[in-house]
T-cell receptor
Framework: NAGVMQNPRHLVRRRGQEARLRCSPMKGHSHVYWYRQLPEEGLKFMVYLQKENIIDESGMPKERFSAEFPKEGPSILRIQQVVRGDSAAYFC?????????????FGDGTRLSIL | LAKTTQPISMDSYEGQEVNITCSHN???????ITWYQQFPSQGPRFIIQ???TKVTNEVASLFIPADRKSSTLSLPRVSLSDTAVYYC??????????????FGTGTRLKVLA
């Protein structure tokens, strides 16, 4: 999945710590999406952002989770006070956003493990 | 956003053609159909997208009947490296204002030697 860069690829946190996941979209893409995947399941939509704007966060848990896509720099998914249930793979995708029905391109994800 | 239904798993042998059918009875007029492939520990990889009839690229073909209530992904002459999970998605950005992909459990294709 060349183009969309996510880091770190693996992240280990203890319960109560904060996790920060970063996503750099493909060059020329201004729309970013975050998804979460549990083992043996499909990806679940979390949030859709454009530069400096959250467009749709209907899939985000109401507490502890936040996302941003600043004017400069990568998009950040932030999870505060992590719990065991936050363990999952988190994928970021991007699209140009200015043309009809352009598919999303995904990164290889960040695997978050909570001890 | 239309819900999709796919077979949970399929087995095939190397060199065979594999057809994976997806049902999307509630597809909307503006919806496109998109297929992704996912290997373990990787993100989904775009395979093909179409609206109607037939679309072909270097890796696959997508057949969509006139009523658009289903679609079939065709992989010609599969190899062991095609073993993966395949997802069928429908959606449209302009009608809903967002492009919120809904992933089902996908189809686990296992290619045997």
């Amino acid at each position: 999945n060349a183009g969309v860069m996510q880091n770190p690829r693996h992240l280990v946190r203890r319960r109560g710590q904060e996790a920060r996941l970063r996503c750099s979209p493909m060059k020329g893409h201004s729309h970013v999406y975050w998804y979460r995947q549990l083992p043996e399941e499909g990806l679940k939509f979390m949030v859709y952002l454009q530069k400096e704007n959250i467009i749709d966060e209907s899939g985000m848990p109401k507490e502890r989770f936040s996302a941003e896509f600043p004017k400069e720099g990568p998009s950040i998914l932030r999870i505060q006070q992590v719990v065991r249930g936050d363990s999952a793979a988190y994928f970021c995708a991007s699209s140009p956003g200015d043309r009809e029905n352009q598919p999303q391109h995904f990164g290889d994800g960040t695997r978050l493990s909570i001890l | 956003l239309a819900k999709t239904t796919q077979p949970i798993s399929m087995d095939s042998y190397e060199g065979q053609e594999v057809n994976i059918t997806c049902s999307h009875n509630n597809i909307a007029t503006n919806d496109y159909i998109t297929w992704y492939q996912q290997f373990p520990s990787q993100g989904p990889r775009f395979i093909i997208q179409g609206y109607k009839t037939k679309v072909t690229n270097e890796v696959a073909s997508l057949f969509i009947p006139a009523d658009r209530k289903s679609s079939t992904l065709s992989l010609p002459r599969v190899s062991l490296s095609d073993t993966a999970v395949y997802y069928c998605l429908v959606g449209d950005i302009w009608t809903s204002g967002t492009y919120k992909y809904i992933f089902g459990t996908g189809t686990r294709l296992k290619v045997l030697a």
